[in-house]
């Protein structure tokens, strides 16, 4: 048996002495990242930190691998939940290995089927109170709107909305500083973030003043002894799999933080390319509104309903795809890890672009067409590990139900009520920073036509 040698693994184009792929890493890595997967192979070499290489996975076929088991339990977390363990501590997002499992099964109780039902009504009234804000004819800055409106959701379904106003704008502004961040500290080098800069200290405030918002809200709680039915309560009444007792406070406000982070910034994001893609499909839109009219009647939408909306879940499914959160994430291996035809020793780092491969056109016909019915009966079903919206394996999101219940609660209680127009030949672009998200994005918000609303 002749035994073939593995392909050379070849180095990106465009590096330099000292500072590797930085130059072409900012402003803004999607280019860069995108033009990876046309011009190299399914692994490819870049700096992505000064003096630290790492190997990019472009092929569905080993970005799955890598992400499901027996490869997974190979691996740790890598550079990017590195840099997130400094801001969210040890969570179920950011460890790995047995640590994960036994966190994860902790969590699981606040994402129950019985807990969903009970935050769709939190949901929607928050939704119907951010409605009551907005006057016919107003331009809004549409993601910054849906920021304040997932944030509002998820003080009502975890803090049981005991977060005072000022407290309340006080975490937004903290969080979108931090968010901002990250994206930029993955490319630094650590000396870099450890010099006294206003930059530096501006994330360190904002960091200590969020934990401290969190913190003080499990404190209050635990004070008191009263289960007030939100998602905190439930946390703090879930043992610990290693000592049996209650998790600490330490322990809640990592996973609340997470759920805060995660939960505002991407819901947010695809509320508001949800909204964008309806605006210019116009066509869509009015196919939505009618399932909604089917489904709900003049009705409020309630957790039975989200089941039952076909069209709405495609919707949001083409919006995951086209524009996914997800720029880089990344792995490390910490054994010698056989990956397809290559062998990787311990300490390699790797990392996958959700972004560029959901609009690959190998994979996906005319990638950049927003087109709902590519979902429809799987007409155009992708290969395992090109669609790659939740993650996948056993570090899939453990929120994604939680998430979709807030994207189609959310539509469908604002669509009824209003709609969003552009400005002629508006486009909005997307912008790498921790997460993908929308440039700047002004609509003009109108009221439907009467027979329309609610």
């Given at each position: 048996?002749?035994?073939?040698?593995?392909?050379?693994?070849?180095?990106?184009?465009?590096?330099?002495?000292?500072?590797?792929?930085?130059?072409?890493?900012?402003?803004?890595?999607?280019?860069?990242?995108?033009?990876?997967?046309?011009?190299?192979?399914?692994?490819?070499?870049?700096?992505?930190?000064?003096?630290?290489?790492?190997?990019?996975?472009?092929?569905?076929?080993?970005?799955?691998?890598?992400?499901?088991?027996?490869?997974?339990?190979?691996?740790?977390?890598?550079?990017?939940f590195?840099?997130?363990?400094?801001?969210?501590?040890?969570?179920?997002?950011?460890?790995?290995?047995?640590?994960?499992?036994?966190?994860?099964?902790?969590?699981?109780?606040?994402?129950?089927?019985?807990?969903?039902?009970?935050?769709v009504?939190?949901?929607?009234?928050?939704?119907?109170?951010?409605?009551?804000?907005?006057?016919?004819?107003?331009?809004?800055?549409v993601r910054?709107?849906?920021i304040?409106?997932?944030?509002?959701?998820l003080?009502?379904t975890?803090?049981?909305?005991?977060?005072?106003?000022?407290t309340?704008?006080?975490?937004?502004?903290?969080?979108?500083?931090?968010?901002?961040?990250?994206?930029v500290?993955?490319?630094?080098?650590?000396?870099?973030?450890?010099?006294?800069?206003?930059?530096?200290?501006?994330?360190?405030?904002?960091?200590?003043?969020?934990?401290?918002?969190?913190?003080?809200?499990?404190t209050?709680?635990?004070?008191?002894?009263?289960?007030?039915?939100?998602?905190?309560s439930?946390?703090?009444?879930?043992?610990?799999?290693?000592?049996?007792?209650?998790?600490?406070?330490?322990?809640?406000?990592n996973?609340?933080?997470?759920?805060?982070?995660?939960?505002?910034?991407?819901?947010?994001?695809i509320?508001?390319?949800?909204?964008?893609?309806?605006?210019?499909?116009?066509?869509?839109?009015?196919?939505?509104?009618?399932?909604?009219?089917?489904?709900?009647?003049?009705?409020?939408?309630?957790?039975?309903?989200?089941?039952?909306?076909?069209?709405?879940?495609?919707?949001?499914?083409?919006?995951?795809?086209?524009?996914?959160?997800?720029?880089i994430?990344?792995?490390?291996?910490?054994?010698?890890?056989?990956?397809?035809?290559?062998?990787?020793?311990?300490?390699?780092?790797?990392?996958?672009?959700?972004?560029?491969?959901?609009?690959?056109?190998?994979?996906?016909?005319?990638?950049?067409?927003?087109?709902?019915d590519?979902?429809?009966?799987?007409?155009?079903?992708?290969?395992?590990g090109a669609?790659?919206?939740?993650?996948?394996?056993?570090?899939?999101?453990?929120?994604?139900?939680?998430?979709?219940?807030?994207?189609?609660?959310?539509?469908?209680?604002?669509?009824?009520?209003?709609?969003?127009?552009?400005?002629?030949?508006?486009?909005?672009?997307?912008?790498?920073?921790?997460t993908?998200?929308?440039?700047?994005?002004?609509?003009?918000?109108?009221?439907?036509?009467?027979?329309?609303?609610?």
């Amino acid at each position: 048996m002749t035994l073939v040698e593995p392909s050379p693994i070849p180095r990106a184009a465009g590096s330099l002495p000292l500072f590797g792929h930085a130059f072409r890493l900012f402003p803004d890595p999607l280019p860069f990242i995108a033009s990876l997967r046309r011009e190299y192979g399914p692994l490819v070499e870049i700096t992505l930190q000064p003096g630290t290489n790492t190997l990019v996975v472009q092929d569905p076929t080993l970005i799955r691998a890598m992400l499901t088991d027996p490869i997974a339990s190979t691996l740790d977390k890598g550079p990017f939940f590195d840099e997130m363990r400094e801001l969210l501590g040890d969570s179920v997002v950011t460890v790995a290995g047995d640590e994960h499992t036994a966190k994860r099964r902790q969590m699981y109780p606040a994402f129950a089927r019985p807990e969903l039902g009970r935050y769709v009504d939190i949901m929607r009234t928050a939704t119907e109170a951010e409605l009551e804000a907005w006057a016919p004819g107003q331009r809004l800055d549409v993601r910054e709107t849906m920021i304040r409106l997932s944030l509002d959701m998820l003080t009502k379904t975890v803090f049981s909305d005991r977060l005072a106003p000022a407290t309340f704008r006080q975490l937004r502004q903290n969080m979108a500083l931090v968010m901002d961040s990250v994206g930029v500290r993955i490319m630094l080098p650590g000396w870099a973030k450890r010099l006294p800069l206003p930059v530096n200290r501006r994330f360190d405030r904002a960091r200590a003043d969020i934990r401290a918002t969190i913190s003080a809200a499990v404190t209050e709680l635990r004070a008191t002894g009263h289960d007030t039915g939100d998602m905190l309560s439930v946390l703090m009444t879930v043992p610990d799999e290693q000592t049996g007792q209650p998790p600490t406070d330490e322990q809640i406000c990592n996973e609340v933080l997470t759920l805060a982070l995660a939960g505002t910034e991407n819901t947010a994001t695809i509320l508001a390319w949800v909204l964008y893609e309806l605006a210019r499909h116009p066509d869509i839109e009015a196919d939505v509104l009618d399932e909604l009219g089917k489904v709900l009647g003049d009705r409020p939408v309630t957790f039975a309903d989200t089941s039952q909306l076909p069209l709405l879940d495609r919707v949001i499914k083409e919006v995951l795809r086209l524009h996914v959160t997800g720029w880089i994430l990344t792995r490390r291996t910490l054994t010698e890890t056989t990956l397809g035809q290559w062998t990787l020793p311990a300490g390699t780092n790797l990392a996958y672009c959700q972004h560029a491969l959901h609009r690959d056109p190998g994979l996906y016909p005319d990638p950049l067409r927003f087109d709902p019915d590519r979902w429809l009966d799987g007409t155009q079903k992708p290969p395992p590990g090109a669609l790659l919206s939740w993650g996948a394996g056993k570090h899939r999101c453990i929120g994604d139900r939680f998430a979709m219940m807030e994207l189609i609660t959310g539509l469908a209680t604002i669509l009824r009520q209003v709609r969003f127009t552009l400005k002629s030949g508006q486009t909005v672009r997307p912008v790498a920073r921790a997460t993908v998200r929308p440039g700047k994005m002004v609509m003009t918000v109108e009221p439907r036509q009467t027979g329309t609303a609610v």
